[in-house]
């Protein structure tokens, strides 16, 4: 099945969908996303998701006109129009089309953009893990918002790659750890989970909440708090979570090798366990 898409309520192919120059998404960055995927053809963390979304949507002052029951059906129109054996769906809503300035009024329509495309196989990233590089945290104060303003995001990424790594985490000045990418970082030290908290320094996945639990549940301490960059280097493992990718073992940190163990596959089978079959 080719990749499809929904602009403001009509479906079509992805390859035909297009919003207006003045749309504030590109303009300004005006716009919110979600990502939600399927398992076993079903979306996961659904609720969670929206709720979410409707958090970034309060946060920007945008109001949609759908309601969460709407686009719970929109989202499972779009996974069975997609039919794929798995299925990555991607929500954007932007504040709409207007005249090119920064100011904005409550009486633009805003635009609302779904894609569905094929979930990609990940599952390599898991066995082998990844390599990172830590670099400066330059993003703006409220990454809790999940923007579609990521250029801080892409350069680190870039950075990433073009020093023979996979990702890049964020390390503020003081040596406090943030997150990855598009990814949260755990660390397991002396059998407990670390994971920076809460707050708008990151922004809280839905996975990443799934994790604290299958951790907790399978009997592994599990905290959320500041985690130094010290403590990421000199961690027994570490690892990455996100919608798509699950769980990433970290083999390397700025070059350093994170020695490898039992605590993330565990962690990981119970998430499996728990939430996706």
């Known amino acids: 099945m080719p990749d499809i898409a929904c602009v403001n309520g009509k479906f079509l192919p992805l390859d035909q969908a297009v919003v207006p120059v003045e749309d504030r998404g590109y303009q300004f960055a005006d716009a919110i996303y979600e990502v939600v995927r399927t398992y076993h053809g079903k979306p996961f963390g659904l609720d969670e998701h929206l709720a979410r979304l409707h958090r970034s949507l309060d946060a920007i002052q945008l109001r949609i006109p759908y309601t969460t029951d709407s686009l719970k059906a929109i989202i499972r129109e779009a996974i069975q129009r997609a039919d794929f054996p798995e299925t990555l769906v991607y929500l954007q809503i932007s504040r709409g089309v207007a005249k090119r300035h920064r100011g904005f009024s409550g009486h633009i329509e805003p635009t609302f953009i779904l894609t569905a495309r094929e979930l990609p196989d990940t599952s390599r990233l898991r066995e082998h893990g990844v390599t990172v590089i830590t670099v400066p945290d330059n993003r703006w104060g409220r990454c809790d918002i999940k923007s579609v303003g990521l250029l801080p995001n892409v350069l680190a990424y870039h950075a990433a790659h073009e020093a023979g790594a996979d990702d890049a985490i964020f390390v503020e000045a003081d040596g406090m750890v943030n997150e990855a990418t598009a990814s949260n970082v ?34 592994i ?56 079959t």
């Open 221 to 276: 301490p599990a905290a959320e708090r500041r985690v130094t960059k010290t403590e990421l280097l000199g961690a027994d493992e570490t690892f990455l979570s996100s919608t798509t990718a699950e769980v990433v073992p970290i083999r390397a940190v700025d070059g350093q090798k994170i020695g490898s163990g039992p605590l993330a596959v565990r962690i990981y089978q119970q998430f499996v366990t728990m939430f996706t």
């Open 186 to 219: 755990f660390v397991i030290h002396n059998g407990e989970l670390l994971t920076p908290p809460e707050g708008p320094r990151i922004l809280s996945g839905i996975t990443r909440g799934k994790i604290l639990q299958a951790a907790r549940a399978a009997g």
